[in-house]
């Protein structure tokens, strides 16, 4: 009988013991109850707010609107002209020989053919130069003659003859004159030629021959 309330007192005595163990906290593992605080209104500050100069700002991207391309035209084909031969032209003109007498000048007519405008007068002129056909008229120039160009400008007809025309001049101040006014009243039959001036390889002169003054522009003779 003793021997068994021993042992029923000892199971007592555990069960206490085992009921303490569960209550109480174990040390070193008691955390302290945290509670959590109440939001605090952000402060407010006076000044601007500094952005930060490190901070890499990030782009929004754009919407790229729709390009539309336009087709590129092509280039229109450039017609090259035709070569065309050059058009001769003739026209019937007055030329001016001394009689033979060698007192007036006669106009006579004759055809000349020119392709550039600038060469009817140079073909005038060198009919000139050649012995007329006509049995009543005479030449004037010189053996050996050459005219270098003709030029016309403002009205005014330059006329270049090679060094040789003053060398080879054989007439007095009658022949003088006869050429050179056979020369002016032939070109001014052109409406555009109002007076001549006369030149040696590309030089103004004074006289031909020594006789007629050709310092200045001549002028149409009547006869």
Known sequence: MTRKILMLAVVALTLIICGCEQELPQPGNVQPKIENPSPQPEAKSDFPEIPDLNKTPVSKPMDNPATTVEPVPEPTPVETPAYTEPVEKTIDVKVYFPDDAG????????KITYIDEADKYLA???LLMTKPVETDLTGIFPKG???NSIKVANGTAYVDFDGGITKNFVGGSTGEEMLINSVVNTLTEFKEVKQVRFLIDGQEIETLAGHMDLSAPLTRVSQ
């Open 103 to 110: 007192i007036n000048l006669v106009a006579v007519n004759r």
């Open 124 to 126: 005038a002129v060198k």
């Open 145 to 147: 003659a050459k005219i």
